[in-house]
C-alpha cells in the first residue's frame, strides 16, 4: 500500500532538511503545528499516515492546528511508503529531536518501545501509543506523574474504551467489565462456530488472512488480552497496573462440539477478559467463557472487539467495533494526537493500593462440562453423587445416544451440562474426582460461564 503524508515545506533561504536539522512548519493560515515523530512504519503507521492526508481538514479543524509528520524511524526503510518531506532515519533516537512535540510508539515489542519512551518523557515530549506490551510492563512508571501519555489505541482498536473509563465514566463507580478484547481469538472461535472448522484449520485461515501472526501463541494463550485486560482494570479501579495473580487461558482447548452443545444450551462461547471490584478485593481472568445467546457481545464475531462496563452511576453500558487493523488503531491514535493538540489530553492517575488480588479458584461462576463417560448404567449416578457432595447443583444436561463412540471397544457417550453458580476451589475438587472414576474415559473440558451483572 503506497500512502503520503502531507509534504512540509522549508522556510525560504533556509538549507535543506538534515537528519539534525529543525523541519519547518508549512504556509498553513496557524500559528501553531503539533509535531510529530512516527517510531515505525506498518500498518498502524501507515493507516496514519493515510489519515492524516485524507482527514486533513477536519482533523486540523478538531485539534485548533495543523498536524504534521516531521519525522519517521524505522528498522528499514520502506520505498513504497511515500513519507513525502518527513526525515527518515533507522535510529529511533532521532525522534528526539527538538523539532518533534510527540512521539507516536508504533513499533511494538518492551525493551526498545520502553527505552524510546522513556527518553522522550525526560525530555519533555508528549507520547502517544499502542503498545499494549510495554505498557503492561511499564506503565505504572509513567502514570501519576506529569507525563502526557496518549494510549486510546492500546486495548480494543477503534473502540474509545480508555477515554470512556479515564474521562467519560471518571465520575463513576465502576464494579465490572467484561470484554473480547483480541480479535484474533474472536476470529479463530467464530471461524469454528459458524463453520466447523477446526482449531488448526481456523487458526491457517486467520494466518493467510493476516489476523495471526506466523507465531500465533501471543494470542491464542490469552496473554495479549491479558495484557489489555490489565490496563483496563487499571484505569477502571484505580489500581496499579499489573498481572500479577490474574488467571490466564487460551482456547486451543475449545472444540467444535464445544461450541455445538454451546448453542444448543443456549450459548455462544468466546475468549473475555473479566475484572470485578469486591470493595478493595479485585478478580482478573481471562479465559473463555460461555456467553448467553441472548446478550449482544454473543453476537459479536470475527476480529471485532466489545467492552461492556458495569457502573453505579449509569448501569452498564457496552461498546462494540472493529479491535484491530491499520484504520480503526490509527484512529484511536489520531484521537490522542487531538487531544494533545488541544491541551486536554488528561495525565493518567491511578491509585497506589493495589488491593487484594482474588485467585481464580475463589472466583464462583456457572461451569459448561464436557465429560466423556461410559455408555452403561450407573454412571450418571456416579456423576451426579460427587457434583452433589460438591455442593454443586446441574442447571442443565445433554446427552445423545447419537453421540455414542468407542474407546477399547467399549462404548461412552460426552455427557454435557450446565451446573449452578459455585466457587471454583469446589468445582476442582469434583473434576479432580470425577477423572478418577474408572468409568471416565478421557479429559474432562471445563468452560467458564460469563453471567453479566446488569
Not at 512521539?103 to 519533555?124: C, H, K, M, P, T
Not at 508528549?126 to 502526557?148: C, E, P, Q, R, Y
Not at 461450541?259 to 479465559?287: D, M, P, Q, S
Amino acid at each position: 500500500m503506497v500512502v503520503c503524508c502531507r509534504v512540509i515545506c522549508p522556510r525560504k533561504n533556509s538549507p535543506k532538511n538534515s537528519g539534525s536539522e529543525s523541519l519547518a512548519k508549512n504556509s498553513l493560515p496557524h500559528e501553531k503545528v503539533l509535531r510529530i515523530g512516527i517510531a515505525g512504519l506498518g500498518t498502524v503507521a501507515q493507516g496514519l499516515l493515510t489519515l492524516l492526508v485524507e482527514n486533513a481538514e477536519r482533523i486540523t479543524r478538531q485539534a485548533g492546528m495543523p498536524i504534521e509528520v516531521v519525522r519517521i524511524a524505522s528498522r528499514s526503510a520502506k520505498p513504497e511508503v511515500d513519507v513525502g518531506m518527513a526525515v527518515f532515519d533507522t535510529n529511533l533516537d532521532s525522534l528526539l529531536h527538538d523539532d518533534v512535540d510527540v512521539v507516536v510508539e508504533l513499533i511494538g515489542g518492551v525493551d526498545a518501545a520502553r527505552e524510546l519512551i522513556s527518553s522522550a518523557l525526560a525530555r519533555g515530549k508528549s507520547i502517544v501509543t499502542a503498545n499494549k506490551a510495554v505498557l503492561a510492563a511499564h506503565a505504572n512508571d509513567w502514570f501519576n506523574g506529569d507525563a502526557i501519555l496518549g494510549i486510546e489505541a492500546s486495548v480494543a482498536g477503534g473502540i474509545p474504551i480508555m477515554s470512556t473509563l479515564k474521562s467519560g465514566l471518571s465520575g463513576n463507580r465502576i464494579d465490572w467489565l467484561v470484554g473480547i478484547i483480541n480479535g484474533t481469538c474472536n476470529y479463530i472461535l467464530t471461524a469454528m462456530d459458524e463453520q466447523g472448522t477446526s482449531f488448526a484449520g481456523a487458526l491457517t485461515e486467520a494466518q493467510e488472512l493476516g489476523y495471526a501472526e506466523a507465531d500465533p501463541g501471543f494470542d491464542v494463550d490469552g496473554v495479549d488480552a491479558a495484557q489489555k485486560l490489565a490496563l483496563l482494570a487499571a484505569l477502571a479501579f484505580d489500581i496499579p497496573v499489573s498481572m500479577d495473580d490474574m488467571y490466564i487461558e487460551g482456547i486451543s482447548g475449545v472444540t467444535v462440539e464445544d461450541l455445538r452443545y454451546a448453542r444448543e444450551l443456549g450459548f455462544r462461547i468466546r475468549h473475555v477478559g473479566i475484572a470485578r471490584r469486591n470493595e478493595e478485593k479485585f478478580e482478573t481472568r481471562v479465559h473463555p467463557s460461555l456467553i448467553p445467546a441472548t446478550d449482544l457481545v454473543g453476537d459479536v464475531a470475527g476480529v471485532a472487539n466489545a467492552v461492556i462496563v458495569g457502573a453505579n452511576a449509569i448501569g452498564s453500558m457496552l461498546l462494540v467495533g472493529p479491535g484491530a487493523g491499520g484504520l480503526p488503531t490509527a484512529s484511536a491514535v489520531l484521537s490522542d494526537l487531538i487531544e494533545i493538540a488541544r491541551g486536554t489530553c488528561p495525565r493518567l492517575r491511578i491509585g497506589q493500593n493495589e488491593g487484594i488480588r482474588v485467585p481464580v479458584a475463589a472466583t464462583e461462576s456457572r461451569y459448561y462440562l464436557n465429560i466423556p463417560a461410559a455408555d452403561r448404567p450407573g454412571v450418571f449416578g456416579e456423576i451426579g453423587d460427587i457434583l452433589r457432595r460438591g455442593g454443586i447443583s446441574i442447571e442443565a444436561v445433554i446427552q445423545k445416544r447419537e453421540a455414542i463412540r468407542k474407546s477399547d471397544g467399549e462404548p461412552w457417550v460426552p455427557i454435557v451440562m450446565v451446573t449452578e453458580r459455585v466457587v471454583e476451589a469446589s468445582m476442582d475438587d469434583a473434576l479432580s474426582q470425577l477423572s478418577s472414576l474408572e468409568s471416565v474415559r478421557g479429559q474432562i473440558r471445563r468452560i467458564r460461564v460469563a453471567d453479566f451483572d446488569r
